[in-house]
């Protein structure tokens, strides 16, 4: 077996556990208020928005960081510094998204702007891992971390602070 080989089979048992939902971290986690992770991520320049203006958590309209993981955050800021992207988080841990385990509101997710930096960073970086049940293109950075195209944003879960 090739090492091209060995690591597409890698990235691809990656993703498949992630999309099951057998991938995670393996420490304790630890959750953020909104306050805290607004001050982290606007420290370095990320952005939100949402379609209601407002960060309430139990409203679908708006864009809230309560009880958002920290290696999450952690994991979007070092996506930014690597990438060199503007990064809009359009969607955090407000209802109304899908349940599981690694959730936006469990603290696992953010939705993301599709702007061309991010779009490209994302798809010549890191693997390509298949399709989702929902038709989301799926690439899967190094670190296991998944990145889904859905129709208007970029839905990535961070397992990991890695990008």
């Not at 809230?64 to 930014?80: A, M, R």
């Not at 970086?125 to 989702?132: C, K, L």
């Amino acid at each position: 077996m090739t090492i091209l080989t060995t690591r597409i089979l890698i990235t691809l048992l990656a993703s498949l556990m992630a999309v099951a939902g057998l991938a995670g971290p393996s420490h304790a986690v630890t959750n953020l208020t909104d306050a805290q992770a607004a001050s982290q991520l606007s420290a370095v320049g990320i952005t939100r928005v949402s379609t209601g203006g407002c960060t309430t958590r139990s409203i679908s309209t708006c864009t809230s960081y309560e009880q958002i993981n920290q290696e999450t955050v952690s994991g979007i800021k070092t996506f930014k510094s690597i990438s060199g992207c503007a990064i809009t988080i359009t969607g955090g841990t407000e209802v109304g998204h899908a349940s599981g385990t690694y959730s936006h509101y469990n603290g696992y997710k953010v939705d993301v702007s599709p702007t061309t930096c991010v779009s490209n960073y994302i798809t010549s970086h890191y693997s390509y891992s298949g399709v989702r049940g929902d038709g989301a293109t799926l690439y899967t950075a190094p670190s296991g971390n998944v990145y889904a195209r859905e129709s208007n944003h970029w839905d990535i879960t961070y397992y990991t602070c890695g990008c």
